[in-house]
């Protein structure tokens, strides 16, 4: 990892340092098209990218940085500027049939530096593509979607964030491939990765929590229980109506033995999700959204906290309002966006009472973005939140400003 | 020009959303929230207040910061939502005693069940033979308060041989104290017991011990307080800093008194004084004084707890034949009574009272009531329905 970094930051320079000297030197890389029709899977080559001179790589990224107003239940912390983000991207061709790609995100400030992809793929035929290294496992669309500057939204859904744990990366190998016609596309993705721990029911969130299995700083060196982390998805497309994709994910996520010993039984989690995305084209609305289902082997010793059973999803809305140009930016487009998000952390009943477990919330967040380019976004939300406690008390309510920018370089 | 117009009024929508009151969400009301510190605290015991309330309500422990392995919540907050009463899904299961001569079976886990366990382990299942009885987490405002009630007066509110012939009795529970528990000004003793206070069997000498304990006995966490690790029985190093356990003594020390709402509605005057009338207030005593304390704003004040702090025969329904202290297994420490009418925020919109939450309502909390407190009960039943609503709407304004 040390040595990805550094060649990241030796690229970064030498760019800075050509850049300095003439900046038409810069030569904008065309969308990779090697895969025909664009699909979700798509993502991680479906971005920006900048060659220098004759540098054989291309390097791009993205920034964010938002300012943040909220208040709950009428406290408030007043207000927040941030940078949850800088993400680094170089891409490579090593061969017309062998590329290498990979994600470096620097997250708040710098206070944490994740590889979220770096891969090396080999093509065999469209329909049968290897791909080994870093991989985002393909569980719904966003957490291989992900990039800020494509979201009319400051904050990521929550439920794609918190209870998947989007950005959601781990090494490992799998074939993937696609096929299409003028009208249809067909995809796949089929990986065997490194997993989860036993930190999505052991965290400080008080929640069965997938993301904790994040913080684990093994989790690319090795598996935590030597049992792999099975990830497929399959997708459809239609030109005229959109894509529809379903997901699954799953695997022993507790360490059950060690050095031979029996710790536990062998405990599950598996995940399935939906996503679709579509264009209505008389209107251009773009409709957006993704629902998952997480269900966790919990131990039944462990009690009601953290929760065998979760679902939540999002939908977004965006509606182009005006386009051509504004503010002199000749193709600027000014959306009116709306999201709208439900999540249940823990779905089912206390044994003891017979009545509901809470620890949800569902949200609503309006929203108006301005993009002067298709790449740089800026955008305004009002987010407003009710969720409830795990013994379903009456809702916190959460109102929260923001306002975010976002660019690929 | 067109978009200048259109900028201008995204900007003009944002300062009125941050200006408008319904769209940002107002603050509720102070007498409906339990949490919050006493007024007239110093800054310095403000900054201490906070650290406590962080450790109490978002401090969770997990198997590497020492829960368990075997617990009943992964922390303070879990079992009081918002400071309030506790929901059954953490009720606490004691056992193990069955009389003044002590638990026998500390030896197998008592005095509290540890029923739940971290995975890989296994939680504690009831020795046969053991008396137990469950108890749901009380309310944790106004403790301070009750803390700094001197002995002398909680020994003038007893009248254990019932000497003014009321049939209301009223006793201390003398219990033996931990080497750690420092011994207040004034306190008085008997044969090497204090009078204890907190609990529901009024079991606990103050808000230390009792916050030591819960760590220890509710969450699996030792301290150098209660050094010994509730699974393996051994002396293990703390899992908590003393300070952190200070700073959590402190937050529930200062945690404001519940505040009463309406106390100028004619139904809840009429209530009040049909509360008196049937002589609840024997028992539910509505004023009490604390007396010196080191925190100025706790000290030498008058306070409403709606309790005497003292033990009562409440009849063989509410007899589960388990007890702490010198208590009898029929007796139970009056419950204060303030906050009550905001029970259902902490407990997910229901009513779970008494000391097992067995009550779904203030009307059925009030007809189990037995022994010493029979005679109340009789009264109420013999209440016209309209003044039995008056009694309860009095009692949920508290």
Redesign the interface.
Known sequence: MKYILVACCCLGLMHVSIAQVDSSLFRRIPRDTSFGKSMNMDAVYNRPFLSVGKVPVATGGYVESDYTYSTMDGISEGHTFRIPRLTLFIASSLHRKIKFLTEVEFEDGGKEVSIEFASLDFMFHPLVNFRGGIVMNPIGAFNQNHDGPKWEFVERPVAMTQMLPATWSNVGFGLFGKKYSSSWAFGYELYLTNGFDESIITNTRNRTYLPAAKNSPERFMESSNGQPLVTGKVALQKKSIGEVGISYMGGVYNKFQDDGLVLDEKRRVDVVAVDFNTTIPVWKTRIIGEWAWVHVNVPLSYGPQYGHRQYGGFIDVVQPVKSGTIFGFSRSVLNAACRIEYGDWNVGKFEETGTTIGDCFYAVVPAVSFRPTPQTVIRVNYRREWSRDIINNPSSRTAIIQLGISSYF | M???I??VC?LFS?IF??SCDS??????EEDQLLDGPVSGLTGAEHRQFLLGDAAFNT??F????G?GPVFV???CG?CH??DGKG???T?LTRFGQSDASGNKFLAQGGPQLQ?????????ERLPDGASSSRFVAPINTGLGFMELVSDVDLLAMADPEDIDGDGISGIVNWNTIPSYVKVADGAVSHEGKYITRFGKKASVYNLLQQTANAYNQDIGITSSFEPVDVYSHLEVDPEISTQTINNVVFYLQTLKAPIQRSTEREEVIKGKDLFVGISCEKCHKQTLRTGNSHIAALANKEFHPYSDLLLHDMGSQLDDGYTEGTAKTYEWRTAPLWGLGLSP??????Y?LLHDGRAHSIEEAILWHGGEAASSRQSYEQLSDADKELLITFLKSL
Do not use: C, D, K, W
């Open positions: 067109r978009g200048l259109i900028g995204v944002i959303i941050v769209v940002m969400p107002a603050s509720l401090e969770i997990t198997g590497q910061s829960l919540a992964t922390s879990s939502a918002g929901h059954p899904f009720t029923h739940r366990a971290l995975p890989g382990y296994s939680g925020n902490s407990q997910g919109g229901s779970y």
